[in-house]
């Protein structure tokens, strides 16, 4: 099974960047659209971004919309998130996430958790105000 590991998180100021990275553990063809998503302390699980490997569409929610990018390379199945502008509550847990189900999906379902398979132990984002 592939395994996905996170890194990239940090501290960094209120305004400031920082840009994660997600790889698997090995390429793999079975491996049809990732995404991101974090989980503050106490709150539930929520999508931030995703994109389609098929024609590399992608999708955000309205709370990152202009501030994240998603990006990736599609031979590695490797994928970014690259967050500017934060805010103190983007202070979370951020997780990448794979699926590996070969169904084509509409993009807009991407940002529920229950389409995706594989998911990464997360990296953890602190941003001071």
């Known amino acids: 099974q592939v395994q996905l590991v996170e890194s990239g998180g940090g501290l960094v100021q209120a305004g400031g960047s920082l840009r994660l990275s997600c790889t698997a553990s090995?390429?793999?063809?079975?491996?049809?659209?990732m995404g991101w998503f974090h989980q503050a302390p106490g709150k539930e699980r929520e999508f931030l971004a995703a994109?389609?490997?098929?024609?590399?569409?992608?999708y955000y929610a309205d709370s990152v919309k202009g501030r994240f990018t998603i990006s990736g390379d599609n031979a590695d199945k490797t994928v970014y998130l690259q967050m500017n502008n934060l805010k103190a509550e983007d202070t979370a847990v951020y997780h990448c996430a794979a699926r590996t189900n070969p169904m084509r999906i509409y993009i807009f379902a991407l940002d529920r958790e229950r389409n995706y398979d594989t998911w990464g132990q997360g990296t953890q984002v602190t941003v001071s105000s």
């Open positions: 994109i389609r490997w098929s024609d590399e569409n992608t």
């Open positions: 090995r390429r793999t063809s079975s491996n049809y659209a």
